[in-house]
């Protein structure tokens, strides 16, 4: 444990106005503090703001209240969000599609060509990494069914 020096009635700052209200303080020490608070209303107070806080910290919670679900959140997850998705996997194909014909059947030389190629696969990669990473992190996150 570690060993505070003694504050005396002129020293007596937050760090032992919190650690009176703490309990962490040898009975000496709470004497000159009580004693340098009935000397200073500026220590009473501060000591009363602390005091409050204290009360307003230990009333938090992490619990939400309960979590009211509407119809419209059924539907957005069984019908707006799968179709969502459908129309983007869908679409992808298609201008991929006519993306890729347009790019084979172009003028452009093959170095060109080669060096698109390289510079798009090299980014579908690399966004692959970057979902796939996202994904196992999710899957191990402990706080992914907190609600909040």
Excluded at 52 to 68: I, N
């Amino acid at each position: 444990m570690e060993q505070h020096p003694s504050p005396d009635a002129g020293a007596i700052g937050p760090d032992e106005l919190m650690r009176y209200l703490d309990g962490e303080m040898t009975p000496e020490q709470r004497r000159l503090v009580e004693s340098a608070l009935e000397q200073s209303t500026e220590l009473q107070r501060d000591l009363a703001v602390f005091r409050a806080l204290k009360e307003d910290v230990q009333g938090l919670t992490f619990r939400s209240g309960p979590v009211q679900r509407s119809v419209w959140d059924d539907v957005n997850g069984s019908l707006n969000r799968p179709m969502g998705f459908a129309f983007l996997t869908v679409g992808l194909v298609i201008w991929l599609t006519y993306g890729t014909y347009l790019f084979a059947t172009s003028t452009a030389s093959p170095w060109e060509k080669l060096g698109t190629a390289a510079i798009a696969i090299g980014m579908l990669q690399l966004l692959a990494s970057v979902i796939w990473d996202r994904y196992r992190d999710w899957q191990t996150d402990p706080y992914r069914n907190v609600n909040r």
